[in-house]
């Protein structure tokens, strides 16, 4: 079956520190990918997302994200974090298929970040 | 427009209640979705609309009915929920090109459902 896997449940930061947030898939096949925001109250937004082409994939808000076929891994970079990045991040992946419009979401990571 | 809005925001019912939910968008997208997401856990997927057609329902109890009025609406159908149903439920709308690939979710911002 597939999954995805975030290893890190919680992230607590100080400000300026780098951040990454690991994000494994399970899938043989050609995968679209995404990572996803959620400030707290608010609703999900799109930060990034990979289809094709240059592995590493730049977002909004200073976000990279680094698609490693071998690995199976797409994780979520930021050099230096702000109080405002305090959220949860959700990875999120959907098979590269005509007509499957599928995402399949991991258990999300909640980073803290530290004034 | 480029706004997924959902409404009511919060909904409290009783487990004999009928009541719906609405989901609008006009950016145009021809696929939307139905999620549940219980506290501190990711978004699951209930059903998915495309182009007006029921495409994907993840085995949903039958008290949930999903429709899909036109491409820019979506409701979802209450009838004899449980509370253990008490989630925030999600719509999200996409677009797709000529090869019917996902561009990725707009969401919105969810109705949090109480039953009672």
């Known amino acids: 079956a597939q999954s995805v896997s975030q290893h890190n449940h919680h992230v607590i930061l100080s400000e300026a520190a780098s951040l990454e947030l690991g994000c494994n898939y399970s899938?043989?096949?050609?995968?679209?990918l995404f990572w996803y925001v959620q400030y707290p109250g608010q609703h999900l937004q799109l930060l990034l997302k990979?289809?094709?082409?240059?592995?590493l994939v730049k977002g909004i808000k200073g976000f990279e994200a680094e698609f490693i076929k071998s690995k199976f891994s797409f994780n979520l970079r930021k050099p230096s974090v702000q109080w405002s990045d305090t959220a949860e991040y959700f990875c999120?992946?959907?098979?590269?298929?005509?007509?499957?419009?599928?995402?399949?979401f991991g258990t999300g990571t909640r980073l803290k970040v530290l004034a | 427009d480029t706004e997924v809005t959902q409404t009511p925001k919060h909904l409290v019912m009783g487990m004999t209640n009928k009541k719906s939910l609405k989901c609008e968008q006009h950016?145009?997208?021809?696929?939307m979705y139905w999620y549940k997401q219980k506290a501190k856990k990711p978004p699951e997927l209930m059903f998915v609309?495309?182009?007006?057609?029921?495409?994907i329902n993840e085995s949903v109890p039958s008290r949930f009915s999903p429709e899909c009025p036109n491409s820019s609406l979506l409701n979802l159908h209450l009838h004899a929920l449980q509370p253990e149903d008490s989630a925030l439920y999600l719509c999200?709308?996409?677009?797709?090109?000529?090869?019917?690939?996902?561009?990725?979710?707009?969401f919105g911002s969810g109705t949090r459902l109480t039953v009672v």
């Open positions: 609309y495309s182009y007006e057609k029921l495409s």
């Open positions: 990979y289809f094709s082409g240059d592995p």
């Open positions: 950016m145009g997208h021809r696929a």
């Open positions: 999120a992946v959907s098979p590269a298929t005509s007509g499957t419009y599928k995402y399949i």
């Open positions: 899938y043989g096949g050609t995968v679209n």
């Open positions: 999200a709308s996409s677009q797709h090109n000529f090869l019917d690939r996902v561009y990725g979710y707009t």
